[in-house]
């Protein structure tokens, strides 16, 4: 389709992988490439008039279908990475929150247990002392 005129150029558009904490949106053009991409000391480089053998088209062709799959498959590997790194985040968010749960409701259990501990023993004393001050 590109050789066709029917498609400028093409982007992909992946999330990067910067660290565990912070992926990032990105939009790269693959092809054509542009300009500002190659260094500026190489340009030396392609003012030489070069000899192909096959012809550069021919040469050129598969080099650029296997850039492409590898621009593609690199987005990916980054996408994917990205996604693993917020799962593993947001799980051990949802472990902190969950241990930290835990941690309350046993406080709050065992304060429970103990009053209803303390008010039985109350209930005994009392009654020891009701029967004592009755003799």
Excluded: C
Aim: net charge negative.
């Amino acid at each position: 389709m590109h050789e066709e005129k029917q498609i400028d150029a093409y982007y992909i558009v992946f999330s990067t992988f910067a660290n565990v904490l912070s992926q990032h949106p990105h939009v790269k053009k693959i092809w054509p490439a542009d300009p500002q991409d190659i260094a500026e000391d190489s340009d030396e480089q392609f003012q030489h008039d070069y000899m192909y053998e096959p012809p550069a088209k021919e040469l050129l062709s598969p080099i650029l279908e296997r850039f492409l799959s590898m621009s593609v498959f690199q987005a990916m590997l980054e996408s994917a990475s990205s996604e693993f790194a917020a799962r593993m985040t947001a799980m051990e968010n949802a472990t902190r929150n969950a241990d930290e749960l835990i941690d309350d409701l046993t406080l709050a259990y065992n304060k429970a247990r103990q009053a209803a501990i303390t008010d039985e023993m109350l209930d005994i004393v009392g009654g020891a002392e009701a029967m004592r001050s009755s003799q």
